[in-house]
C-alpha cells in the first residue's frame, strides 16, 4: 500500500488534495494506495492474456481484418464483447444483400471465438482505428490463417 507521498510523488498530486479526496473521493483515494498492487495485477493479466493470444489458431483473411477495422460500430462492455458478432452484423445489414457471402463468413468467425478470443480481437480492431496503421499481418497474426505458398 503506498503513502500519501508515494502517491503524491507517482501521480503529481498534492499532498493536500489527496487528504481531501480520502473524504470526499474514498474509492478513488484506496484505488491509488493500492496502485502498485492494481499495477502488478495488471502485469500479470497482460501476461496470460499474450500467452493466451499465442494459442489462438482463427481463420480471418488479412482482408477481412480490415473490413473489421473500417466497420462503424463499438464495443463499450464486457457484455458487448460478447456478442462481437451481433454488433457487426447489425453495423453491415444494409450490405447484405450484395456482400452476404464476406459478411456473414466474418460474422460466423467471429461468433465461434470464445469471449477471451473476441475481446483480444476487439482490443487489436479498436487499437488500428485510434492510433493507426501497424503492421497489420503481425499485429493480427493469431488471427490470421496462414498464407499458403
Partial sequence: MLTPKEISQLFEVQVNTLYNWRKSKPKLYSYLQNADYNSKINNEI?????????????DFTLKEIDFLIINDFELNSIEEVNEFQ??????????????????????NKIKELNIVEKYLLYKKVFKIRKFGDKDRAVYFKEFLKEEKD
Fill in 86 to 107: 451481433d454488433y457487426f452484423i447489425k453495423a453491415n445489414y444494409k450490405i447484405l444483400p450484395t456482400k452476404h457471402k464476406f459478411v456473414l463468413n466474418i460474422y
Fill in 46 to 58: 497482460n501476461a496470460l492474456l499474450k500467452y493466451f493470444s499465442n494459442t489462438i489458431q482463427k
